[in-house]
């Protein structure tokens, strides 16, 4: 993308603007433009909570499992546990 016309006369006033106040500083800077001008590739954003995501996947999972696994042992789950029975005489 190249600079308007208004732009280019801008910085070149700038630029003879720093050459007559202070030339060291002018001919330091130039030496800066010298050579070909390229586009530097910026490395590609993380998602902001990629870095949350899989602990608490891990998390859900753990606790799903648990859910599952811990009542049968515990003797908490759905079994009501063993049932009196009345004997009768005679």
Avoid: H
Avoid at 2 to 29: C, H, N, V, W
Avoid at 55 to 76: D, K, R
């Amino acid at each position: 993308m190249g600079l308007s016309t208004r732009e280019k006369r801008t910085l070149d006033g700038i630029a003879d603007r720093l050459y007559a106040e202070d030339p060291d500083l002018a001919e330091s800077l130039s030496s800066f433009a010298t050579g070909l001008i390229t586009a530097e590739a910026l490395p590609a954003r993380r998602r902001p909570f990629s870095g949350v995501l899989l602990p608490v996947v891990l998390l859900a999972a753990l606790m799903a499992i648990m859910a599952v696994v811990l009542p049968p042992i515990s003797g908490t789950g759905a079994d009501p546990g063993p049932t009196s029975t009345a004997l009768t005489r005679g």
